[in-house]
């Protein structure tokens, strides 16, 4: 999807019925607009339902302050108007109360982004903005003021905390700003989630800085027009899981990767850089004997996989994914530990943690380390990894390896885990044909 394509009111819907979906927003709360090239600022109503919203729903105002539409436009106009006059760059302003950073809002501190990669690219520098009704004029004017600040490079700001209210991200487009939004999000409940089972590990500028210079694989590229039936059925069946993978909240919109092995050490993957929500399959890209297919930039990742499939023929996927209560795991120095109930086990076995960087600095090293008897591999403030017999049996594994961790973080409320025992791994081992 091409999403600056749609018009402003579709836009706005799609990206509000986005937010709502994911429970980032309330019936109510929160509020999307888009300052169009002849002046005209788009901007979702006050009042109406934010799970169904229109169309034609969408308010219009025109510079000369006349609205058009059915309905009343949001009471946070007056943030939205002051944005766009101080900063004339913005073309888009969403302002939403997610529940992590709604967290964040009422103690009054902003979210670490340094604790995953490219997170503190995409958010840049966060404000806090003065606390004032909402609606208000002055409230429009203490977050219009921290729009105007600029970081230490010169760059304006894009995101602005609102003390005990929630966040304000401006930026080029509608998507980038929920890009950033979401982004945010998610490091607020990853440190939320962190310090519930340890203590925050955050990446330092060296490490950032690495991350920040990975580059695309540079791969010769190769002309092709046509397509296995097997390669159809695995094109197809990927976009069907990467669509549920989002909606699972185990990807963002634009990280996680999916391959899928097609013949030999070819395989198909997931393209660098699009949304993970609508993904199709003629987006995937095909690589065969070390090359893309020409036009397309596959996952930064492909050089992993790639090792991976060479190394492992019992391996016909990988999936390398972010799911918030693993990653928990991986951002702090809490143990993951999959001995709670025999099906963890069975289906996740140990899960070691790998040093940050080490999919991608040492990536074939690491294709080494990755087998059936460690089929989940955690890395350090960077990503899960799952590889299965089948595309099913590593989201599988993904899955169960997500709700293991979401299960030992909520024993925290509750008492001491009791993990079965080794003399019982040693049973399951048995009789489940697990030993190696």
């Not at 690219?121 to 105007?148: D, K, T």
């Not at 930026?171 to 999000?185: C, I, N």
């Not at 089972?197 to 800085?209: M, V, Y």
Request: hydrophobic share 40%; net charge negative; charged share 25%.
């Amino acid at each position: 999807m091409n999403f600056k394509l749609l018009h402003p009111a579709d836009q706005i819907v799609t990206l509000m019925n986005r937010i709502y979906g994911y429970k980032m927003t309330t019936t109510s709360g929160g509020n999307l607009s888009i300052l169009d090239d002849n002046g005209d600022i788009w901007i979702s109503p006050s009042g109406v339902d934010k799970g169904s919203l229109t169309r034609a729903d969408i308010c219009r105002i025109t510079p000369d302050g006349t609205v058009i539409g059915p309905h009343k436009p949001s009471v946070e106009l007056p943030l939205h108007s002051m944005i766009y006059k101080r900063r004339p760059d913005i073309k888009a302003v969403l302002h939403a109360h997610p529940p992590g950073l709604v967290s964040f809002s009422i103690v009054r501190r902003n979210p670490n982004t340094a604790i995953i990669p490219n997170a503190s690219q995409i958010c840049g520098e966060i404000n806090m903005a003065a606390y004032e009704v909402p609606g208000s004029i002055a409230l429009g004017e203490n977050i219009a003021r921290e729009f105007e600040k600029t970081d230490k490079n010169g760059d304006g700001c894009r995101m602005v905390m609102l003390e005990n209210h929630g966040v304000v991200v401006g930026h080029d487009d509608l998507f980038s700003a929920f890009m950033a939004f979401e982004t945010l999000e998610f490091c607020a409940e990853l440190e939320i989630n962190a310090l519930r089972i340890g203590e925050l590990k955050p990446l330092t500028d060296k490490q950032l800085g690495v991350s920040f210079a990975k580059n695309n694989a540079d791969m010769d590229e190769f002309e092709t027009d046509s397509y296995s039936s097997a390669e159809r059925e695995a094109r197809a069946k990927m976009c069907a899981l990467i669509s549920r993978s989002y909606d699972q909240r185990l990807f963002s919109s634009t990280q996680g990767t999916f391959s899928q092995r097609i013949d030999g050490d070819n395989f198909v993957i997931t393209p660098y850089g699009l949304d993970r929500k609508y993904i199709e399959p003629k987006d995937l890209v095909r690589i065969e004997n070390g090359k893309k297919e020409r036009g397309k930039n596959p996952s930064r990742s492909v050089m992993l996989h790639q090792y991976i499939y060479r190394e492992h023929p019992e391996v016909n996927s990988i999936i390398i994914a972010h799911p918030p209560a693993m990653m928990s795991f991986a951002v702090s120095d809490a143990v993951f530990d999959s001995r709670t109930i025999p099906e963890s086990y069975i289906m996740l076995r140990e899960v070691p943690k790998m040093p940050f960087g080490s999919s991608f600095m040492q990536a074939e090293m690491m294709a080494k380390e990755i087998n059936m008897r460690y089929p989940v591999v955690m890395v350090e403030n960077d990503c899960i990894i799952a590889v299965g017999t089948s595309l099913i049996n590593a989201f599988d594994r993904l899955e169960v390896a997500e709700f293991s961790a979401k299960a030992i973080i909520d024993t925290k409320n509750l008492g001491d885990i009791v993990k079965i025992s080794d003399e019982e791994v040693a049973v399951i081992n048995r009789d489940f044909g697990l030993e190696m």
